[in-house]
């Protein structure tokens, strides 16, 4: 017996000092990648733009690699914005493949970002990003540094703030390290006051793609995405896996919209997955808000409209 109990214990501790490596190198990590972030910040991180009746923004994620691909979908966008002018472009990570910019003199700026969306009519669009695992591979205070830079980008604080007064918040966050929110951009995390709220990350929830890790929300760091986020937003927007997708999470009371097929290669998708709607193509999605509706739709350019839902306000 007393060698069944020893072995029991020797057991259960491997899987403990297993746990307990995984969790330290998350906090080194943390501490090392943000640490620069948390300096250059600046001291305001709530973005507010004016109020109108119906406001739309244009999301896409994965985009970073200057192609053909990733113009075309630019282009089809443009063809959005030309039908109503967004409020915004909503970036959702890895906006520089492979390892993200050296700094703000990087020439990937102009060929991965601002040449990219640059019509008539997207031009003088803003750009509000999320940080992505790849952008976290090269300087990321320069994204920072940007925003002096360049009027159309908008990025404050590794996690910051986008308000409309009456219609909606969206928290941008740094879903890499999903920690300090309140302390590191967003001190009134959680208690938005206007009708809809929206968060905005790199790292999906869960997903139909093939491909494991955080690309499925099987990661620290999307188990700490998820604990923020449940039944605190109607919505999170995100990324990371290669692909179109909508879920409705049910345990958080929330639409997930994955929009991570803005031009890296395509990942496949689990043949048994239970997505309400999921494909493996190239595009982004548009959402427009009033006070009382949220709409969404995905576009590809294999079929236009591919994707579309409607979603009324309801009473608190």
Known sequence: MTLIFRSIKYIAIGPAILLLLVISGFYVDYRTSVSGLVKAAKGENTIVIDPQKDVSFLVVGDSGTGSKIQRKIAFLMEGRCRRKRPEGILLLGDAVYPNGVTSVEDPQWQEKIFSM???????????????????????????????????????????????????????AIDSSYPVSIEQ??????GHSTTPWTIAMGHHPLQSASVTGGGHRGLSISSWLVKKRLCNQVDAYLTAHSHHLEYDYIEECNMDQYISGAGGGELYKLREDHDAEFAISQYGFLEIELSSELMKTRFFSFEKENIFQRSRKRQPD
Do not use: A, K
């Open 117 to 171: 969306y640059t019509g008539d009519c997207l031009r003088g669009v803003p750009i509000f990003p999320v940080l992505g695992n790849h952008d976290y591979l090269g300087n990321v205070t320069s994204w920072i540094e940007m925003s002096d830079r360049n009027e159309r980008w908008n990025f404050p604080s590794r996690h910051y703030s986008i308000v409309v007064p009456g219609v909606v918040t969206i928290y």
């Open 184 to 189: 590191h951009g967003i001190p009134d995390f």
